[in-house]
T-cell receptor, first 112, second 108 residues
Framework: DTAVSQTPKYLVTQMGNDKSIKCEQNLGHDTMYWYKQDSKKFLKIMFSYNNKELIINETVPNRFSPKSPDKAHLNLHINSLELGDSAVYFCASSSDWADTQYFGPGTRLTVL | DAKTTQPPSMDCAEGRAANLPCNHS???????VYWYRQIHSQGPQYIIHGLKNNETNEMASLIITEDRKSSTLILPHATLRDTAVYYCIVLNDYKLSFGAGTTVTVRA
């Protein structure tokens, strides 16, 4: 059983397109996160939701919009994709705000 | 934010213990130290965390100095599958801030 899953695993698209990445966790956790890992391999948090409410929103372009339809899902929608959006995006979840985070396998986004 | 400092890389012989140091001299009294690792192309994997006391689990041991300004992650018997980037992180404002980590290469 996969604890934190993401789809798709790979996503190749053209500049200007709109795309979504889905994340699901079956751990019963209340908090979910999105991280971005760029070509320099630094992992940076983008968003965090707790019980479907946004609690962390780092300095991210408003082309990125997270959506949490329920506690088990946190999707990331990206509008007007740019070359600089190419990266690996990781979803994570934790039982509560300050608890251990468990990561998904990542989605490699390539913008051409 | 409490920052951490780790050596960029280290080698370890298979079967031997790997000791990974981390400095976090600006850590606050209620901030936890977390260790994660990232094996190539995979999501970060939780290893262990601690506040003041030393901790041990099935993967590793965490030794935190009494002043909490540094810690050491110990992999007791390194295997080739332990080759990864290891991140020492201080949990601050409920956020994990990943640095560059230590690239550990386990050699046969």
């Amino acid at each position: 059983d996969t604890a934190v899953s993401q789809t798709p695993k790979y996503l190749v698209t053209q500049m200007g397109n709109d795309k979504s990445i889905k994340c699901e966790q079956n751990l019963g956790h209340d908090t979910m996160y999105w991280y971005k890992q760029d070509s320099k391999k630094f992992l940076k948090i983008m968003f965090s939701y707790n019980n479907k409410e946004l609690i962390i929103n780092e300095t991210v372009p408003n082309r990125f919009s997270p959506k949490s339809p329920d506690k088990a899902h946190l999707n990331l929608h990206i509008n007007s994709l740019e070359l600089g959006d190419s990266a690996v995006y990781f979803c994570a979840s934790s039982s509560d705000w300050a608890d251990t985070q468990y990561f998904g396998p990542g989605t490699r986004l390539t913008v051409l | 934010d409490a920052k951490t400092t780790q050596p960029p890389s280290m080698d370890c012989a298979e079967g031997r213990a790997a000791n990974l140091p981390c400095n976090h001299s600006t850590i606050s009294g209620n901030e936890y130290v977390y260790w994660y690792r990232q094996i190539h192309s995979q999501g970060p994997q939780y290893i262990i965390h601690g506040l003041k006391n030393n901790e041990t689990n099935e993967m590793a041991s965490l030794i935190i100095t009494e002043d909490r300004k540094s810690s050491t992650l110990i992999l007791p018997h390194a295997t080739l599958r332990d080759t990864a980037v290891y991140y020492c992180i201080v949990l601050n404002d409920y956020k994990l801030s990943f640095g560059a980590g230590t690239t550990v290469t386990v050699r046969a």
